[in-house]
């Protein structure tokens, strides 16, 4: 288990489907970085996402648009580690793939407050804290009680601020400004002709105009 204290930089990581990325994921992800001080965050597009429909637009389409939407953000990269393993892919072994590359760095695992509902449905979802901290974000309109399994489990694994310098091994609720904006809710506005604009980043709407993402025809 890593529990040593370390001054080495902090990374965030942010796994996704991405399909689109938004602004939903590009602020939160911005606001924690900023309040955890981290050095860089990490957006890591899945190959195939084991808990939910697969996603509508290829690996390569999600990557480009996440380089796009990223581009000149200080701090900020596409981690494509995922789009080359083959089979689900598992939050656990991407983490333990970025723990053998920053064996001591302190890893700082984001997932929003609906995600995390449903934690315990992962693989090998304990051993999540083993390996990073994880950093809850406040969704609008999710549900506040947690099933009682991962209920205790957060309750006896929730993050003080002398935490911050730990590897991992933390649970750290974050607020952060609450977006209400979905990527199915992207999908729908570009099925129905209506504009995504203001959702999104500008760059992003041009590519999958572009590439005619998302439309029925
Ligand atoms: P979909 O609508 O297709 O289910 P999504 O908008 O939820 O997609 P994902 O790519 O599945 O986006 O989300 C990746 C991560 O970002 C998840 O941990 C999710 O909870 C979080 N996230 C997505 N949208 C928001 C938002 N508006 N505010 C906070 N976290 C978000």
Redesign the pocket.
């Given at each position: 288990m890593v529990r040593f204290e370390t001054e080495l930089p902090a990374i965030g990581i942010?796994?996704?489907?991405?399909?689109p990325v938004?602004f939903?994921?590009l602020r939160?992800a911005l606001e924690v970085m900023q309040q955890l001080n981290l050095e860089q965050m990490r957006l890591i597009p899945c190959a195939t996402p084991p808990h939910?429909q697969q996603p509508v637009a290829s690996a390569k389409e999600r990557r480009l648009m996440l380089e796009l939407a990223i581009k000149g953000l200080e701090g900020f990269m596409v981690d494509d580690r995922e789009l080359h393993r083959s089979g689900p892919s598992y939050s656990v072994d991407t983490l333990l793939s970025l723990r053998e590359q920053f064996p001591e760095n302190p890893l700082f695992f984001?997932?929003?407050s609906?995600?995390f509902q449903g934690l315990h449905s992962w693989s090998r979802w304990t051993e999540l804290l083993d390996l990073a901290h994880l950093v809850v974000?406040q969704?609008p309109e999710q549900p506040s009680q947690l099933p009682d399994e991962l209920d205790n489990w957060y309750h006896s694994h929730l993050a003080t601020a002398a935490d911050r310098t730990l590897a991992a091994g933390k649970i750290w609720p974050l607020a952060?400004t609450q977006?209400?904006?979905?990527?199915?809710q992207i999908r729908n506005c570009f099925a129905e002709h209506r504009s995504a604009r203001f959702l999104m980043p500008e760059a992003v709407i041009s590519l999958i105009d572009q590439l005619g993402l998302y439309h029925p025809d």
């Open positions: 942010l796994g996704g489907t991405f399909d938004h939903g994921h939160p939910r984001l997932v929003g609906d995600a974000m969704r952060v977006m209400a904006v979905s990527a199915t």
